[in-house]
């Protein structure tokens, strides 16, 4: 069964560092997309980044410069480096797997279950 399941959140300081982690079960890690997606309260989800099978990637410009995407195929999992957090970072993240593009993001088939990324200020 396809799942995904994110962790590596918590609560940290503004200018802190955080590796969230996916790990993917199957073939799910080799999806042509996969990528992380945001909740913040009150707020809708928004889209973080994406990684292309083949390589390439794409970052919200929130995020830009601030947070990296990575994936280890031996370990089949995805990652998201993320650096100099601010508050407005906080939210609940999740992570996702598709298979069809929409621009630089793309259209999920598969989420995690999210997990809480608390940045103070």
């Known amino acids: 069964q396809a799942q995904l399941v994110e962790s590596g959140g918590g609560l940290v300081q503004a200018g802190d560092s955080l590796r969230l982690s996916c790990a993917a079960s199957g073939t799910l890690v080799s999806t042509n997309f996969m990528g992380w997606y945001r909740q913040a309260p009150g707020k809708e989800r928004e889209w973080v980044a994406t990684?292309?099978?083949?390589?390439?990637?794409a970052y919200a410009d929130s995020v830009k410069g601030r947070f990296s995407i990575s994936r280890d195929n031996a370990r089949n999992t995805v990652y998201l480096q993320m650096n100099s957090l601010k508050p407005e970072d906080t939210a609940v993240y999740y992570c996702?797997?598709?298979?069809?593009?929409?621009?630089?993001?793309?259209?999920?088939?598969?989420w995690g279950q999210g997990t809480q990324v608390t940045v103070s200020s």
């Open positions: 990684l292309v099978s083949g390589g390439a990637f």
């Open positions: 996702a797997a598709g298979t069809r593009r929409q621009g630089a993001k793309f259209e999920p088939d598969y």
